[in-house]
């Protein structure tokens, strides 16, 4: 498929201006003629959301509910869906996600089914969304698929601030921690060490431990410091061009405690969730476990669902596939045996994620209500040792004077 800037006159003569995606120029000079339109002139260029997207602004997940929404309320009112495009292209707020509509538009209208219109824009409709779009389209319950939309791209932007709040919280305190460290042994402690040895007096073991700590510092800045502003660009360079380091990094991240089992339950959560909801659409389910792959956002889940797929492929349950992978729990494996043999298995999936849904939410509390107090402890702590190596020196001095 191919992208086609054209100009075209209508049965009155006058001059139309558009794009449109096509195989090649006859198959677009035929769509133009379905519209009352005779081709003039056409140039093959990039879809317009791809050349304009630094102009017109990024799509967000709230502009992609509200037309998911907006499709749900028009649709089921009885508007046919090229008008229900048109009028959402010339009313969404967004000048990106316009831009795009009216794109798709142009091609629903020359004929091509929505799914395949959507498609031509990944970065914006996900294979998710454009998969369950194709779904409601050939069970004829479009839609009810864009209700479903409207359901999971709520309870996407649920889990997004799930895990906003369950990581950058942290981020910022060990940002502050490593912050305030370094202030103290690089420029606080050195002002002081030339007043502790003018006053002759024997240096107690805590005051000499901080004292090195605080020289070793100093002295080695040109090494440590580096390693430590390099640290998200090696960060960055090894999740892009280091083969298995995404897949390390979220083994290792899986096993810290309290965020591990955090994190774990998120992923799978978001796994029971497109899995049910895909599934209900009709998807069938070797299908549903690669789109599934690529979305739980953890190397080490996407890797077992891809063995899952490959043993589902071969005569094996779900539930037979899942056992065999530890970091799927015996709670979500029972209850999805139950439902492939009830054949309730939608219904028992959604159980599953509405399990996690209220789950994670106690947990992220429970977290906080750990970590805080920590942290905080920590931070009192480290100040205290260092004023206690700073007066105790001084402290003994006056004890001999007296």
Not at 39 to 59: D, N, Q
Not at 208 to 230: A, H, Q, R
Not at 383 to 401: C, D
Request: charged share 15%; proline share 5%.
């Amino acid at each position: 498929m191919a992208n086609f800037q054209y100009r075209a006159i209508d049965a009155r003569g006058n001059p139309t201006e558009g794009e449109m995606t096509a195989l090649d120029l006859s198959q677009l000079e035929q769509r133009l003629q379905d519209m009352g339109l005779w081709l003039v002139r056409a140039l093959e260029a990039k879809p317009t959301t791809s050349t304009r997207s630094g102009k017109l602004g990024k799509i967000k997940s709230r502009d992609l509910l509200e037309f998911c929404t907006h499709m749900f309320t028009l649709l089921e009112a009885g508007i046919p869906l090229s008008q229900a495009i048109k009028n959402l292209s010339e009313e969404s707020s967004n000048l990106q996600l316009r831009a795009t509509l009216q794109n798709v538009f142009q091609q629903v209208e020359a004929g091509t089914p929505l799914h395949v219109a959507m498609g031509q824009y990944p970065t914006i409709f996900s294979p998710q969304v454009t998969n369950l779009v194709q779904a409601g389209e050939e069970s004829d319950t479009l839609a009810e698929t864009f209700k479903e939309l409207e359901r999971y791209l709520d309870w996407v932007d649920q889990i997004r601030g799930d895990v906003r709040q369950a990581t950058i919280y942290p981020s910022i305190v060990i940002v502050a921690v490593i912050g305030l460290l370094t202030l103290l042994f690089s420029f606080v402690i050195p002002r002081f060490v030339p007043i502790l040895q003018d006053l002759n007096v024997p240096l107690p073991f805590i005051t000499v431990l901080v004292i090195s700590i605080s020289e070793l510092m100093v002295n080695t800045w040109y090494i440590w410091m580096p390693i430590l502003l390099s640290m998200p660009l090696a960060w960055w360079v090894g999740r892009n061009f280091i083969p298995g380091f995404s897949f390390w990094r979220d083994r290792v991240t899986l096993q810290l405690p309290i965020i591990g089992e955090l994190l774990q339950m998120l992923t799978l959560s978001k796994f029971v969730q497109n899995f049910a909801v895909l599934y209900r659409a009709g998807i069938p389910v070797l299908q549903c476990l690669e789109l599934c792959r690529g979305v739980v956002g953890n190397q080490v889940v996407s890797k077992a669902l891809k063995q899952v797929e490959r043993n589902i492929a071969e005569g094996s349950t779900i539930h037979e596939s899942l056992q065999k992978h530890s970091i799927f729990p015996p709670m979500m494996i029972q209850m999805i045996s139950v439902g492939e043999t009830t054949g309730s298995l939608p219904k028992t999936l959604m159980n599953v994620a509405n399990y996690y849904n209220r789950e994670i939410p106690r947990r992220v509390k429970k977290a906080f209500a750990i970590f805080e107090p920590v942290i905080t402890l920590g931070l009192i702590s480290i100040v205290g040792i260092v004023a206690l190596a700073l007066f105790l020196p001084m402290m003994s001095l006056m004890g001999g004077i007296k």
